[in-house]
């Protein structure tokens, strides 16, 4: 297990689209554990391939129930909404309102590559959505209302 190096703003590769992961195997297993200690490493409570410079469909999340891992996510229904400022590990230090769906259900496979559906209300619902925009290039500054701001 090893610490990553988290891409920034401007690195091309967090505004590619990631590829489905087909099957698991060591190298893919390594990623994992490696995603999850290099998010709480720097603190954050979602983290997605990407923004360790690979393009798969992985995300890993912890909102403080321990860490979550969905390869393949997709959200299949949504419903209501919800306002509330955003930041960003490949962002840091700027924040900024986001809106995204209130629940959220999200299909996808875990670290076996077993068949999963989640659904996720609140913070949950907000964290997915965000890794999962990763997933597809989509920072949360491209649907900032209004300004991005600083905070020490």
């Known amino acids: 297990m090893a610490i990553r190096l988290i891409r920034k703003d401007g690195d091309e590769v967090l505004r590619k689209k990631a590829r489905e992961v087909e099957k698991m195997n060591d190298k893919i297993k390594e990623l994992i554990d490696d995603m999850i200690d290099t998010m709480y490493d720097a603190d954050g409570i979602g983290l997605a391939a990407p923004q360790v410079g690979v393009l798969k469909r992985i995300i890993v999340v912890d909102i403080g129930d321990g860490p979550l891992v969905l390869l393949n996510p997709e959200i299949v229904d949504y419903s209501g909404e919800q306002t509330d400022d955003e930041g960003c ?19 996808g496979q875990d670290e076996n590559m077993s068949s999963l559906e989640i659904e996720a209300e609140e913070l949950l619902a907000r964290v997915l959505c965000h890794e999962i925009d990763h997933l597809n290039g989509v920072l949360f500054k ?3 209302e209004g300004e991005l701001s600083e905070r020490g």
Do not use: E, H, M, Q
């Not at 590990?89 to 299909?107: D, H």
């Open 89 to 107: 590990l490949s962002i840091p230090g700027r924040y900024g309102a986001v809106t995204r769906p209130y629940y959220i259900k999200v299909k």
């Open 142 to 144: 491209d649907k900032v």
